[in-house]
């Protein structure tokens, strides 16, 4: 038996709020659950308002993170915190923080996933979206963990004020951290990942970078590749970078022209010709730059949607849905961001809770049997079910 719900909190927050909403999910559960998921916006008494939850719950395993916008079966929201749960008989929880992951993404990684038992087959991740690095943190875990455990979540975010984020475990609030929550048990996981920006031109190659640092395409200075290619916009970096990011070939993966690992731009060297996305761009690689509209995107949104649930199979019950999207997307989409929760329900029947945060990055595999990885720009659906 899969249970869940979520919960939707469109107030200020404070310890009796937080207290209250824990009591709701409780009432809509039947029960305390065996695991709950806190995602807010970066407001004022955010200690206050996880410290209410997690003694409403009982003490029970709470995971989470603060938000660019907040996702939950109620809808989109913003300036919010939605609170979703799970009981179950036949699912275990591990929960597990690292802190200071700004020193080094790899060993954070490693020092994560050294935290769980070998009873895992299932990993969430939220991490510091500003300070870490999400694709070594990924690395550092596949370097520990003995088989491929899929790995899925976002990168906390600030309300694109990109100043600093907070991330949750208990009642415990970090900032530079990564926490993450462990699936063990009978259950069934189906993921999905699309983007909907389309590769221009001809490929180009990484001549030079150094980590999330872009300095060189074809030989040339990156900022010059891209002042070209936007012409007047140019002026506008990096800020209308996230209507064209980088699309990254990276076969080691199984990603390729089909489906590129997008990277948005997150600030410009002016002086250097460099600049700097939000995920690794391994140097020697091959890159395209891209393009999508509101239309693509959206409909990207329901392919992600309708490959999760054909990910989790026919025959399997559907019992709740993550939903983990970009910023960038709803920077993009504008009034039109709602249709995305929209566009999953399409997909994912009304009764199965919905619940996640617009990232600054988002981890989910881009395919079955494939490493999980760091996207940008990226719609990605991981679904919990159970055969009936």
Excluded at 269 to 292: H, N
Aim: charged share 20%; glycine share 12%; with cysteine.
């Amino acid at each position: 038996m899969i249970k869940a719900a979520t919960i939707q909190l469109q107030d200020s927050f404070s310890s009796k709020r937080g207290h209250r909403v824990g009591e709701a999910l409780i009432a809509r559960l039947g029960r305390a659950p065996d695991a709950c998921w806190l995602f807010c916006a970066p407001d004022k008494d955010l200690a206050a308002l996880v410290q209410g939850v997690y003694e409403a719950i009982g003490r029970r395993p709470l995971i989470g993170c603060t938000t660019d916008g907040e996702i939950s079966s109620d809808g989109f929201s913003t300036g919010s915190a939605v609170l979703g749960g799970i009981v179950s008989d036949q699912i275990g929880f591990e929960l597990a923080a690292v802190q200071n992951i700004g020193r080094s993404g790899e060993q954070a990684g490693r020092n994560l996933a050294g935290a769980f038992s070998d009873a895992i087959n299932y990993v969430q991740l939220f991490s510091d979206g500003i300070t870490g690095d999400g694709s070594a943190i990924l690395r550092g875990m596949a370097a520990v963990f003995d088989r491929d455990i899929p790995v899925s979540g976002g990168t906390s975010g600030d309300a694109g004020k990109f100043q600093q984020t907070w991330q949750f475990l208990g009642d415990q609030v970090f900032t530079d951290a990564a926490v993450a929550i462990g699936f063990s048990g009978e259950f069934r996981l189906g993921t999905g990942v699309m983007s909907g920006w389309t590769p221009i031109g001809l490929p180009k190659k990484v001549t030079r970078a150094e980590g999330n640092i872009l300095y060189e395409l074809n030989g040339e200075s990156a900022l010059n590749v891209y002042e070209r290619f936007l012409g007047r916009h140019a002026k506008n970096l990096p800020a209308v970078g996230v209507e064209y990011p980088l699309g990254l070939i990276d076969p080691t993966n199984g990603i390729d022209d089909d489906q590129l690992l997008l990277r948005a731009t997150m600030s410009v060297d002016r002086q250097a010709g460099a600049i700097r996305f939000a995920g690794e761009i391994p140097e020697g690689s091959m890159v395209y730059l891209t393009c999508g509209d509101r239309s693509a995107i959206l409909k990207a949104t329901e392919t992600a949607a309708r490959l999760a649930i054909e990910d989790l199979g026919i025959e399997t019950q559907p019992a709740f849905g993550f939903f983990y999207s970009c910023m960038a997307r709803k920077a993009l989409l504008g009034i039109r961001t709602r249709e995305e929760i929209e566009r999953v329900r399409a997909h994912i029947a009304q009764e199965v809770p919905v619940l996640g945060f617009y990232t600054y990055g988002e981890y989910c595999r881009p395919g079955p049997k494939r490493p999980s990885v760091l996207h940008n720009e990226t719609a990605t659906l991981s679904v919990i079910g159970f055969d009936p």
